[in-house]
């Protein structure tokens, strides 16, 4: 882990050297590329980390932090982290939950990880529309969260695979582009 994120760190060092000497010049074109490259550095982060966290959850290592957490917090926080990429892509994206969504029990970075994976691959498919992050009551008194998008969709017969290791769908020749 530590060797994997040397280089990472090293990138993000001098990208923020670079990023204080733009700014200093007075060149916003450098600024931009800068800021360019240390959004590339984070996602690299990220997947890295996510590499990272399947490696921990094959060994059985990962601990549930349970604690009480704002979800409302959370899936705001969400949309904001998203539109952006929702805008670029001609979409729409939309949060609802209900006014004062009480706080829940749950492991916030965990939960933060699988609604980005999902709001990720709802943004990634979606050719026009918009996606939509939803919290509401769940019939046991649980809260029921749902990522509903107007994108493609699953095939019934690749729904039984959905949670299948490093399946993907319509993707016969493994184009790593595509993800894992």
């Known amino acids: 882990s530590h060797d994997l994120r040397q280089p990472l760190q090293a990138l993000s060092i001098s990208a923020y050297a ?24 984070r996602q690299s982060t990220g997947l890295l980390d996510g590499l990272l966290d399947v490696s921990r ?13 704002d979800l409302a917090s959370m899936l705001d926080g969400l949309a904001s982290e998203f539109r952006p990429l929702a805008g670029q892509r001609g979409l729409t994206l939309t949060v609802q939950h209900p ?6 029990r749950s492991d916030g970075d965990l939960l933060r990880r699988v609604l980005t994976n999902l709001l990720g691959n709802s943004l990634k498919f979606t050719r026009s529309g918009g996606v939509r992050l939803e919290a509401g009551p769940a019939a046991d008194g649980r809260v ?13 017969a690749d729904q039984a695979r959905v949670f ?8 016969p020749a493994r184009d790593r582009s595509q993800g894992l």
């Open 18 to 41: 670079l990023a204080m000497l733009a700014r200093r010049e007075g060149q916003p074109k450098m600024v931009q590329m800068v800021d360019t490259i240390e959004r590339a550095l």
């Open 164 to 171: 299948e290791e490093f399946y993907q769908a319509a993707n």
């Open 99 to 104: 006014d004062g969504l009480q706080a829940v």
């Open 144 to 156: 029921r969260l749902s990522v509903i998008d107007t994108g493609i969709g699953i095939t019934p």
């Open 57 to 69: 959850l094959d060994a059985g290592a990962v601990q549930v932090d349970w604690r009480e957490i």
